[in-house]
């Protein structure tokens, strides 16, 4: 059974960082399609990166140039780097991982908070 766990969220600074991390079980993650997407408070969740097996990488405009996503293949772990966080980037984040044709599966999230 695939099984998703967050890490690494928390309450920063406007300005500040955070490193999150997701680490992966139950199957061979290196050619699974990863992924971060948040959730604000009265919204949808959105995407924020994805991350493709060959490490090809995609990113929300609000994040680019703040937001970095790499794996770890040997880890079955995929990270967010956030640097200069801004308060709208508050939210839970989630990780996801999916294959092709494939079912889709989600962690449970993890808050981070940015305060002004």
């Known amino acids: 059974q695939v099984h998703l766990v967050e890490s690494g969220g928390g309450l920063v600074q406007a300005g500040g960082s955070l490193r999150l991390s997701c680490v992966a079980s139950?199957?061979?993650?290196?050619?699974?399609?990863m992924g971060w997407y948040r959730q604000a408070p009265g919204k949808q969740r959105e995407l924020v990166a994805t991350?493709?097996?060959?490490?090809?990488?995609n990113y929300a405009d609000s994040v680019k140039g703040r937001f970095t996503i790499s794996r770890d293949n040997a880890k079955n772990t995929v990270y967010l780097q956030m640097n200069s966080l801004k308060p709208e980037d508050t939210g839970v984040y989630y990780c996801?991982?999916?294959?092709?044709?494939?079912?889709?599966?989600w962690g449970q999230g993890t808050q981070v908070t940015v305060s002004s």
């Open positions: 996801r991982t999916y294959r092709l044709g494939e079912l889709e599966y």
């Open positions: 139950g199957r061979i993650f290196s050619i699974d399609i």
């Open positions: 991350i493709t097996g060959g490490s090809n990488t």
